[in-house]
């Protein structure tokens, strides 16, 4: 993994709308289209469950992603902080995951792809959380700002 591989801060609010509203009249972002839908994920002890995901992706940089919170799970609004993870795009999910836990960071959910996971996200002991997304998602995803 490296720092250039960053490519969004993302945020959890119960209020998506508000929450693009808020940042474009205060600091002038632009947003790309709403997306989500269903999204199966793996939790902690191998729980799959399904989850109704939203999100959108400014086209303005520095890139932010902003979430529907998901109450009962941990895309929920991080109390007082704002910033609920760091997205990186990885050539390969699982090694970088694997590096991430050996360093003491806990899995949260990941997703699983044809080659490997997709995504998953890992937290912390001092609850700073990391997403990484499969580079193979990158062109899909570009099309969101672009």
């Known amino acids: 993994m490296k720092a250039d591989n960053l490519f969004h801060i993302g945020i959890v609010t119960d209020d998506l709308d508000a929450t693009r509203a ?9 947003w790309g289209p709403q997306i989500g839908g269903p999204v199966t994920v793996t939790l902690p002890g191998g729980v799959v469950v399904d989850v ?4 959108a992706y400014s086209i303005t940089t520095p890139r932010l ?4 919170s998901i109450p009962g799970t941990f895309w929920e609004p991080v109390a007082g902080a704002g910033v ?3 997205g990186y795009w990885s050539d390969d999910v699982a090694a970088d995951a694997a590096e991430l836990a050996a360093a003491g960071y806990e899995t ?4 699983g792809g044809p080659d490997g996971p997709s995504f ?8 700073y ?3 990484l997304v499969s580079r193979a998602s ?8 672009a």
């Open 22 to 30: 808020g940042l474009t009249g205060l600091l002038g972002y632009e």
């Open 52 to 55: 109704e995901m939203a999100c």
């Open 65 to 68: 992603e902003i979430v529907r």
């Open 84 to 86: 609920h993870h760091l």
């Open 108 to 111: 949260e959910a990941t997703r």
């Open 120 to 127: 998953a996200f890992l937290r912390s002991d001092t609850g």
């Open 129 to 131: 959380r990391v997403e």
């Open 138 to 145: 990158q062109s899909g995803l570009e099309r969101c700002w």
